[in-house]
């Protein structure tokens, strides 16, 4: 499925559809990066930077104003691009990304769990 930040409705739609799959953590983390400038390095050893405009589940994603870089070290400018998330080795998110709601959620998943264990094991009924 394709999500797009251009139409709002769709945006709230798709952001309402994400908080229930079934997704991890860095594509949910990605989404957040929606409309922020990423980095991203493909497994080929290119990297593109630009604006983030859209994000798949699949990590595929669309990018906007983007610089390209190959491996040669040539430098390129084009307008849109679209990458296969199966191609991505790894994409640099801005650090405004640090307070995002995904990592608060999971921080409190953690302290729970270590209340839990102190508290010792669970007693079968």
Do not use: C
């Amino acid at each position: 499925r394709r999500r797009t930040i251009d139409n709002k409705t769709n945006s709230f739609l798709s952001k309402a559809a994400r908080s229930m799959s079934n997704i991890g953590i860095p594509v949910k983390l990605l989404y957040e990066a929606e409309s922020m400038k990423v980095t991203v390095e493909m497994k080929n050893g290119e990297t593109y930077r630009g604006l983030l405009l859209s994000a798949e589940d699949t990590m595929n994603m669309t990018l906007s104003d983007v610089i390209r870089t190959a491996r040669n070290g040539q430098v390129s400018k084009l307008p849109s691009v679209y990458l296969r998330g199966g191609g991505v080795r790894f994409i640099a998110l801005p650090d405004v990304l640090r307070n995002a709601p995904v990592f608060k959620k999971v921080a409190n998943l953690k302290r729970k769990m270590e209340e839990d264990n102190k508290s010792g094991p669970r007693k079968k009924k």
